[in-house]
């Protein structure tokens, strides 16, 4: 890839003003090379999940294209697969057509599978029974000190009480009998985070009607 066609993640949570900074951005970015803006919030996928969602109406977009927006109907389930393929297809053709591809969103582990090189293996529904058995029997920490014995990696990033997790990483290290995390990073994108004082994003919050802790 072009490196003056990297893409640029903007990210933060709900409220921070991420969709209005990534217009800016791309204005900014169409007096030379042009942007288009992929959507990395899970909710915003979805046609009618506007209120709330702070997905920009299109007569706001200023002309720029938005990929990712409106792809699934409210019956749909979203999934990470589904989503990496498909945004990573943007990106590919966004960058392919010598413009910056804009990831913005702050559905974190969808933005992950984009600017980290996340794999999702099928899962067997016998292995995953063998080792929720085995989470019955031992429990999440005794669990957890087994995935620590065979994967360390996989055990570092997860909770000792997360059982559901652990029986993941025990199914999908047993499924493709390579132990790791199942991803690599993509040094290539830059990032560029969007904030707001504490008291500020409770105001926002309150004015579209969400709570301030609903994201953590």
């Known amino acids: 890839m072009n490196p003056a066609m990297r893409p640029l993640a903007i ?6 003003g991420k969709s209005q900074l990534a217009l800016e951005v791309a204005e900014r970015l169409g007096a030379t090379v042009g942007a288009e803006v992929v959507n990395a919030d899970a909710m915003q ?9 702070a997905k920009v109406p299109v007569e706001q977009r ?5 990929h990712q927006l409106d792809v ?3 019956t749909q389930t979203a999934t990470v697969a589904r989503y990496q393929a498909a945004a990573a297809a943007d990106v590919d053709a966004i960058a392919a057509r010598g413009a910056v591809p804009l990831i ?9 599978s984009l600017l980290d090189d996340w794999t999702f293996p099928a899962t067997d529904p016998q292995v995953r029974a063998r080792w929720e058995r085995r989470l019955a029997q031992v429990g999440a ?6 995935l620590a014995r065979r994967d360390p990696a996989a055990a570092a990033a997860i909770l000792p009480t997360d059982g559901r997790r652990t029986v993941r990483a025990l199914e999908v290290g047993e499924l493709t009998g390579k132990p790791g995390s199942g991803r690599t990073h993509r040094e290539a994108v830059r990032r560029l985070g ?5 008291s500020a994003l409770g105001r926002r919050y309150h004015r579209l009607g969400l ?4 994201f953590g």
């Open 11 to 16: 990210l933060g949570p709900t409220g921070t």
């Open 45 to 53: 996928l979805y046609r009618g999940m506007d209120i709330g969602t």
């Open 62 to 66: 200023r002309g720029i294209p938005h």
């Open 72 to 74: 699934l109907d409210v």
């Open 104 to 112: 913005v969103g702050g559905s974190m582990l969808y933005v992950q």
């Open 141 to 146: 920490g005794g669990l957890h000190a087994e």
């Open 194 to 198: 969007a904030a707001h004082r504490r």
């Open 211 to 214: 709570r301030h802790n609903a």
